[in-house]
Each structure stands twice: as structure tokens, then as C-alpha cells.
């Protein structure tokens, strides 16, 4: 079983920039591909990023392509998330998530991943 902290979200005004980070432990990252996802108030969870185990293929969704970068340092146990020229409709609770599956393709369907952080605020001001 893996543990996940989610950090580095907060408040940052339209067009700014927040890198999240999200430690595992418990077991090793390189065991598992990896996925940032974000809820909205009243909204359903939505798939952000994803990335493979190695890091050889990453996934975004529509909204954050060209925005958002998804790395990974399996050394660190760490994978992270970039976010530059944030928009408003961005704010949320970003998770991130574990997949223990092997798929060339990282997964979007938030019931594909195994284990998942408490998140944390992200808020966009305009």
C-alpha cells in the first residue's frame, strides 16, 4: 500500500503559476503510474494529468494542454505538477492518484487508480 501527501497549492491571482507536489511512501513510486485530478465545488473529479511509470508517456486533459506539466522523480518519490497562466475556472482540490495497472497508456478514469491523496486548495483569483 502507498501513502500520498499532496502540497504547494494556494491562492494566486489569474495568469500566475503553482507547482504541486505529491510524496509517496509505503512503497516505491516507480511501482506506479501517476495522476493529478481536481474537484470543482459541486462538480465531479476530473482528470488533469497522468503519467507512466517511467515517465515515457504523459496525458492531459483538453483544458490544461500547453498549461500544465506532469513530472515525476522516482528517486524522490515524488511526482509534481506545474501549473502556469492559471485561469479562474482551475480552482479546485488537486488529488493525486496512484494506478498500479501496466497501460501504455496513462488512465483518465479517476476508478482505474488505486490509491489517492487528501488534496490540496488550489484558488485562482480573477
Known amino acids: 500500500q502507498v501513502q500520498l501527501v499532496e502540497s504547494g497549492g494556494g491562492l494566486v491571482q489569474a495568469g500566475g503559476s503553482l507547482r504541486l507536489s505529491c510524496v509517496a511512501s509505503?512503497?516505491?513510486?516507480?511501482?506506479?503510474?501517476m495522476g493529478w485530478f481536481r474537484q470543482a465545488p459541486g462538480k465531479e473529479r476530473e482528470f488533469v494529468a497522468a503519467?507512466?511509470?517511467?515517465?515515457?508517456?504523459?496525458t492531459y486533459a483538453d483544458s490544461v494542454k500547453d498549461r500544465f506539466t506532469i513530472s515525476r522523480d522516482n528517486a524522490e518519490n515524488t511526482v509534481y505538477l506545474q501549473m502556469n497562466s492559471l485561469k479562474p475556472e482551475d480552482t479546485g482540490v488537486y488529488f493525486c492518484?496512484?494506478?498500479?495497472?501496466?497501460?501504455?497508456?496513462?488512465?483518465?478514469?479517476?476508478?482505474?487508480?488505486?490509491?489517492w491523496g487528501q488534496g490540496t486548495q488550489v484558488t485562482v483569483s480573477s
Open positions: 492518484a496512484a494506478d498500479m495497472g501496466s497501460r501504455l497508456i496513462p488512465a483518465r478514469a479517476p476508478s482505474l487508480y488505486d490509491y
Open positions: 509505503g512503497r516505491t513510486l516507480s511501482s506506479y503510474a
Open positions: 503519467i507512466r511509470r517511467g515517465g515515457s508517456s504523459r
